[in-house]
């Protein structure tokens, strides 16, 4: 059964850092980009980050520019979001997803219909909670 699983949310206090995972099972990550989105309360859901299949070309939205870093290990499935100096308003629950397409499409990850559609992705993990609080 296809799966994306992420872990590593948690409460933090602001300026702090988290690293969260998504790890695939019953597939290989190999040939797919894969993003990061998020959900704040009463708030459509956003992407966050994006990385293509080799790793080669990372994409952010410009809330996170320079503060989220998104890297991939496929030998261990897995892809991580870095986040540092997080901020108030990065609390939400992050969710990490892939559509089949981006086997097909290198640049999936270039401009900016990757974050700004979410119903290109078919696939959808669980999700899991940030909260920067003090």
């Known amino acids: 059964q296809l799966q994306l699983v992420e872990s590593g949310g948690g409460l933090v206090q602001p300026g702090g850092s988290l690293r969260l995972s998504c790890a695939a099972s019953?597939?290989?990550?190999?040939?797919?980009?894969i993003g990061w989105f998020r959900q704040a309360p009463g708030k459509e859901r956003e992407g966050v980050s994006c990385?293509?299949?080799?790793?080669?070309?990372?994409n952010n939205a410009d809330s996170v520019k320079g503060r989220f870093t998104i890297s991939r290990d496929n030998a261990k499935n897995t892809v991580y979001l870095q986040m540092n100096s997080l901020k108030r308003e990065d609390t939400a629950v992050y969710y990490c997803?892939?559509?089949?397409?981006?086997?097909?499409?290198?640049?999936?990850?270039?401009?900016?219909?990757?974050?700004?559609?979410?119903?290109?992705?078919?696939?959808w993990g669980q999700g899991t909670q940030v909260t920067v609080s003090s």
């Open positions: 997803a892939f559509s089949p397409l981006s086997e097909y499409l290198p640049a999936w990850c270039a401009g900016s219909r990757w974050y700004s559609d979410t119903s290109l992705y078919d696939y």
């Open positions: 019953g597939f290989t990550l190999d040939y797919y980009a």
């Open positions: 990385i293509n299949s080799s790793g080669g070309s990372t």
